[in-house]
Nanobody
Framework: QVQLVESGGGSAQAGGSLRLSCAGS????????MGWFRQAPGKEREGVAV????????SYADSVKGRFTISQDNAKNTVYLQMNSLKPEDTGMYYC???????????????????????WGQGTQVTVSS
């Protein structure tokens, strides 16, 4: 069983920054892919950024490229999402998710489809005001 705990959400002005953290734990913890997903009210959950923890390859949604950066600290089993130049449309609940299986086809380009991830955190709210 993998537990994921997010932190770092909050409120920011447009143009500001926030940093989210996701700490993973559990017996024989090993998440090969970890990522951030978000869901705005009335919208479907969407992938924001994911990382292959074994090699560092990443994928980003087009809407956040150049503004958000996903990174990891393997010693702490933690993944971060640095969010800069925030926009009101970035508002939503942000979830951390992980995939514990290593899938070869994912290594070069980890998928952003939420349905492919099987472990989820409780979420942290991000609100960006104009």
């Amino acid at each position: 069983q993998v537990q994921l705990v997010e932190s770092g959400g909050g409120s920011a002005q447009a143009g500001g920054s926030l940093r989210l953290s996701c700490a993973g734990s559990g017996s024989a913890y090993s998440s090969h892919y970890m990522g951030w997903f978000r869901q705005a009210p009335g919208k479907e959950r969407e992938g924001v950024a994911v990382i292959y923890t074994g090699g560092g390859t990443t994928s980003y949604a087009d809407s956040v490229k150049g503004r958000f950066t996903i990174s990891q600290d393997n010693a702490k089993n933690t993944v971060y999402l640095q969010m800069n130049s925030l926009k009101p449309e970035d508002t939503g609940m942000y979830y951390c998710a992980a995939k514990t299986s290593r899938i070869v086809g994912w290594v070069e380009s980890p998928p952003l489809d939420p349905i492919r991830y099987n472990n989820w955190g409780q979420g942290t709210q991000v609100t960006v005001s104009s």
